[in-house]
């Protein structure tokens, strides 16, 4: 095997897109599941407790893993520039602090609410809501600040049907914060909300 990939003269490109996707899918597994181990880093606290997989904080390691893998795919595949990918890498964890923040406000503000009343099973009903909504919106607000930072590296991301397929595909995923929450593990969120989204950047790396 040849590693002139690696070299910093080499002008650096992507794989065929079939297998760009398919590293990207699979690093984004590994970063899911790498975030679900422990971790010697500092968990985020929440302001509010009540929410979310461990209702007092989420594990920043998950964010600094994939996005040091985002950050390596611009090395490799787009840009020898290694501000724009320490940029690409930085965005992509701010976009995972500005998401854990983005769903837990929602989800605060509809448990808090009077939706659906008083009646018997209000409350439960609004924490479903609020699950889903909170991993709608920050789902979106992830990917999104997501694209932005890849965008930095890698211009083809910056066309509109590149960022907004990501921004789809991170929102949609999103939704995998309620099973999350149901059955109290990471791993129903972060392993398919990284893969597909990672899987989305590749895509678009390689869309001519």
């Given at each position: 095997m040849k590693w002139d990939f690696l070299k910093s003269n080499i002008l650096p490109r992507p794989p065929a897109r079939a297998r760009a996707v398919a590293i990207m899918a699979l690093a984004g597994t590994l970063t899911g599941l790498l975030a679900c181990l422990p971790s010697p880093l500092p968990d985020i606290r929440l302001e509010d407790e009540g929410?979310?997989?461990?209702?007092?904080?989420?594990?920043l390691h998950a964010g600094i893993a994939f996005g040091a893998a985002i950050?390596?795919?611009?090395?490799?595949?787009?840009?020898?520039?290694?501000?724009k990918c320490l940029l690409a890498m930085a965005l992509v964890v701010m976009g995972w602090l500005a998401a854990v923040n983005t769903a837990n406000d929602v989800f605060q503000a509809l448990v808090g609410s009077d939706l659906f009343g008083t009646v018997q099973g209000?409350?439960?009903?609004?924490e479903v809501l609020g699950l889903l909504l909170g991993g709608l919106t920050g789902g979106a607000v992830g990917a999104g600040?997501?694209?932005?930072g890849s965008g930095i590296a890698a211009e083809r991301i910056r066309r509109?049907?590149?960022w907004?397929?990501?921004v789809i595909v991170g929102t949609l995923m999103g939704v995998l914060l309620y099973p999350s929450a149901e059955y109290d593990s990471l791993i129903f969120l972060f392993v398919p909300w990284q893969a597909?989204?990672?899987a989305a950047i590749a895509f678009g790396l390689t869309r001519t």
């Open positions: 929410l979310i997989l461990n209702a007092e904080g989420s594990p950050g390596l795919m611009m090395w490799l595949w787009v840009t020898r520039d290694p501000v209000a409350k439960s009903q609004r600040l997501t694209a932005f509109p049907e590149n907004i397929l990501i597909f989204v990672a």
